[in-house]
């Protein structure tokens, strides 16, 4: 796709009240592709939820063994730079949904990745460098995974020089992903191995993997520690918000769109004509026009929304939290001089927006901090198809209920503490938090599924409360800490870290010497 047919469809789409996630996601994207994309849990999540298929493993072929990569002279074998490999993409492949949901990029996950370039489309919406141009998509993934594992082999041994202590929840992590995988193996009727194979290609292993696995922790665990020493005052975070108001407010506005296009037409021949200029021109002062009467309509005590006419295009929208994109409608919104009961007719690249403004504000409500045990209910050996597959899955629900309702009642017996809450979940709890006991800071409105989110903003929530919430993952054992920062705040100073993080980050990175060796990096991918 072209950048010139990419911005047109990001138009399209912006037009409609969708935000551009180039604009809306370009820092949050460079950061998770890179820093953050060392996290290990994606791999380990997927490995319990793909099923095996074929196993192309074959002990006599391949060259588990070979050489793949050398790092400032520390040799990987191709099993090695798999497990980043794989990492780097699924992350990716996360990241970047809503680009490639749209189309918005021309890589087709489904399709081998060495036969498919990156396009100077795709370098401009992913901000990449011009030399990515013309790269394969599988050597962009195979770059990005030895650099990651450059970082990791950097600050590990930064961390080794520095007599640096690992938490104890490196290791409690480690046996508890490990457990998970054999688990999942087991599960599958295969070995660890096998099941490694089938999800991250023929070299793995499930020494490899762990080695990975137990470095990517520690790795996380220094990085974390760094991290949590970056200290931002209140007046810190007014700064940086002042500085950068609209990457932090939202706006409440109505709209109603005009289309101003003109219609193509067929030939005698059955052939498209595309429309003159001057149809196209006339199309505009038409939807003009339109948006004028519109508005006057408005101003004359119509509601904007009455005044939509859905069977001719022209559409009314009510955004409450819309983030700013630099369409001419969103300009116009965030643009200081706007006061409440604004309108205004706009001009579109194809359309004509008639806009109402209500107000302009950051999220000052409070996000929460809560404690939450997940009760799972066993998975179905049915087939969805099957007789009695809907009173199996109901049972097994049913049974996990249970399981919560007598957790939830033995822990209200011995004292119901914030304390003991956190040791049920260490015990009980099949979220991937158990560890922590089950903590979760810093909640924001929407993050959580709607039956979790809405008991955690109920109005009458107090510290302390608690409760059983029912959700598609099962039954969940609630325990309310209390409130914590305004939104805002958070946002703030996510970015801020995430900024000081990548610039850490990048001190990892540099001055390595990477050299990839064919014989092993063709088993890589």
């Known amino acids: 796709m072209s950048a010139s047919r990419e911005k047109k469809s990001r138009q399209e789409l912006n037009s409609t009240g969708w935000t551009d996630p180039k604009t809306a996601r370009e820092a949050q994207q460079r950061k998770e592709e890179r820093r953050s994309s060392i996290l290990y849990g994606v791999i380990a999540a997927a490995f319990v939820l793909v099923a095996i298929t074929v196993v192309v493993w074959k002990s006599n072929i391949i060259q588990k063994t070979a050489t793949a990569a050398t790092i400032d002279g520390q040799k990987y074998t191709a099993a090695e730079v798999n497990f980043h490999y794989q990492n780097v993409y699924r992350n990716f492949i996360n990241n970047n949904y809503d680009l490639l949901s749209y189309g918005l990029l021309s890589l087709n996950p489904n399709a081998s990745l060495s036969s498919q370039t990156i396009s100077d489309g795709d370098a401009a919406m992913l901000g990449l460098e011009s030399d990515a141009e013309g790269q394969t998509w599988k050597d962009y993934f195979a770059d990005q995974a030895l650099n990651q594992m450059a970082a990791v082999q950097s600050v590990l041994q930064t961390a080794k020089d520095e007599g640096f202590a690992y938490p104890s929840s490196v290791q409690e992590n480690y046996d508890a992903d490990m457990e998970s995988l054999r688990a999942a193996a087991s599960a599958s009727g295969v070995s660890v191995d096998r099941y490694l194979q089938a999800n991250l290609g023929s070299t793995m292993t499930e020494k490899v993997y762990g080695q990975r696995l137990m470095a990517t922790l520690q790795y996380e665990a220094y990085a974390t520690a760094q991290e949590e020493s970056l200290v931002y005052s209140d007046a810190d975070l007014e700064e940086a918000y002042k500085a950068n108001q609209n990457t932090y407010d939202r706006v409440n506005y109505e709209y109603v769109t005009i289309p101003g296009t003109a219609d193509s037409t067929t030939d005698a021949e059955g052939n498209t004509v595309e429309p003159t200029a001057e149809e196209a021109t006339a199309a505009m002062d038409a939807a003009q026009a339109k948006a004028e009467e519109i508005l006057a309509a408005y101003e004359g005590g119509e509601s904007l929304e009455s005044l939509a006419d859905p069977d001719n295009g022209i559409t009314y929208s009510h955004l409450e939290t819309a983030a700013y994109s630099n369409t001419p409608v969103l300009e116009w919104a965030f643009n200081d001089a706007r006061r409440e009961g604004d309108a205004d007719v706009i001009e579109n690249s194809s359309s004509y ?65 914030e304390d003991s809450f956190a040791d049920l979940a260490r015990e009980n709890s099949a979220d991937g938090n158990a560890a922590e006991g089950g903590i979760y800071t810093e909640v924001y409105q929407g993050q959580m599924v709607p039956t979790f989110n809405d008991w955690c903003f109920d109005d009458s929530r107090t510290p302390g409360d608690s409760g059983i919430v029912e959700t598609d993952y099962g039954y969940h054992i609630m325990y309310f800490v209390g409130q914590n920062a305004p939104y805002w705040q958070v946002q703030v100073r996510n970015n801020l870290m995430n900024t000081a993080m990548d610039e850490w980050y990048e001190t990892f990175t540099l001055d390595h010497t990477i050299t990839k060796s064919d014989s092993g990096m063709k088993y890589v991918g």
């Open 353 to 417: 927006t008639v806009a109402l403004f209500h107000s302009k504000s950051r999220f000052e409500y409070n996000t929460v901090d809560i404690r939450h045990v997940l009760i799972r209910p066993e998975e179905t050996t049915l087939s969805s198809e099957d007789e009695g597959y809907q009173a199996d899955v109901d049972a097994k629900r049913a049974d996990a209920k249970a399981t919560a309702e007598a957790l939830y009642a033995q822990w209200k017996s011995g004292g119901a503490t």
